[in-house]
Every structure is written in C-alpha cells, then in structure tokens.
T-cell receptor, first 115, second 113 residues
C-alpha cells in the first residue's frame, strides 16, 4: 500500500534551523491530512492537520503546506529543537476526515535535531 | 491531560492462543479504533467502532479478530488464534467526533512465538 509515501527515511538538522519533512500521496479521494510525532515506546501524538480546502496551516513552530495539484504536503518546523527529535508520520483521510478515523499512514521520517 | 491507556504493555503468547488487548479511551470520546504496526512497517488501520458496532474494518481485520466495549470504559481487541504474523505493536485510539485527529495510546506489543 503506497498511497501515502514519505521518501526520506531520515533527516538530520542543526538546532535552530528549519526542518522540512515531505509527504506524497496518490489517492485523489484524500482530503484531510495530519502529521503525527512518535517517540520510542509511545503512541503517535497529533501535531497538526490540514483540510484540502486550505494550502497552509500554522500552529506555533509547525506549519503544514499542501499542494493538491502535486499531491504533496510538507511539515516545516522552525526553529528546530533537540526535543523535536522523533519519528514523524504523515497520514491521510478521505471524506473530509469523516471516514470513521481510517487514516492511511506513511512510513515515517526519523528527525534528529543536533544541539 | 486525558489520555488513552492500554494494557498490557507487552504480551508474549504461543501461536494458536487467544489474546485480549485492553484499552481505556478518553472518557468523553465516542469513536474508538485499533491500529497496528508490524516492526519496520507502516502503522495500519484495523477497525473503527462507534455506537457499539463496527463502523469500518480493513482487510487485515478478518474473522480471527473481534472488538468489544464490554462496559462504559473499556474497549478490547481479541485475537482468537494468534499467528506468528500477528506479532506487532497494537495501538488503540479514540476521538470525540467523527472527523479530526485521533488520540493514540502507548501501544501493546504482542509477540507470538
């Protein structure tokens, strides 16, 4: 199942710089997108979401950009902090996010922020 | 802050045995889910549950799986006859509305020998 793809398995960034995590999707029915962060031995924690009627959503240091024509979204973290080091998952849902919580996840990207 | 809790954190079982994984969703949430992550693979949707019945299930969720909300607080996933390939981290999640973000528990690691 390659409907949601995160092509970069890992990303290393210096503290204070920008982290950009990318995600591509193929299913045109997806219209609601989420980013989750996961630490070892913990469950995924919701970060930020975006509906397909928008192209940008911002929450503090986190901004998600959506390019519907390219079926691409990205998560920007500015400035990056060592505590941001975790696995980041992109997830997508159809029907305005109302498909009964059926999220399709990407493989995840391991972000390491160096002090 | 309210959270989803899961027990056990780790269970080791023999192939063919029945396993029950337990979850206590956030108290005012109405929608409940199970996901799993096999080591090295993606997090996969298994099933969603609302109003005491299954709303949607994936192809993975075959007859050996069942879910139940036996009382007002617990939400369980039963695997009737475990197989080696059932070894995975199982995540319970809940939310208070049909759409939007899910709140995940810390997961139950199942190891089938």
């Amino acid at each position: 199942d390659q409907q949601v793809k995160q092509n970069s398995p890992s990303l290393s960034v210096q503290e204070g710089r920008i982290s950009i995590l990318n995600c591509d999707y193929t299913n045109s029915m997806f219209d609601y997108f989420l980013w989750y962060k996961k630490y070892p031995a913990e469950g995924p924690t919701f970060l930020i979401s975006i509906s397909s009627i928008k192209d940008k959503n911002e929450d503090g240091r986190f901004t998600v950009f959506l390019n519907k024509s390219a079926k691409h979204l990205s998560l920007h973290i500015v400035p990056s902090q060592p505590g941001d080091s975790a696995v980041y998952f992109c997830a997508a849902s159809a029907n305005g996010g109302t498909s009964y919580g059926k999220l399709t996840f990407g493989q995840g990207t391991i972000l390491t922020v160096h002090p | 802050e309210p959270e989803v809790t899961q027990t056990p954190s780790h269970q080791v079982t023999q192939m063919g045995q029945e396993v029950i994984l337990r979850c206590v969703p956030i108290s005012n949430h109405l929608y409940f889910y199970w996901y799993r992550q096999i080591l090295g693979q993606k997090v996969e949707f298994l099933v969603s549950f609302y109003n005491n019945e299954i709303s949607e299930k994936s192809e993975i969720f075959d007859d050996q799986f069942s879910v139940e909300r036996p009382d007002g607080s617990n939400f369980t996933l039963k695997i009737r006859s475990t197989k080696l390939e059932d070894s995975a981290m199982y995540f319970c999640a809940s939310n208070g509305k049909m759409a939007g973000e899910l709140f995940f528990g810390e997961g139950s690691r199942l190891t089938v020998l």
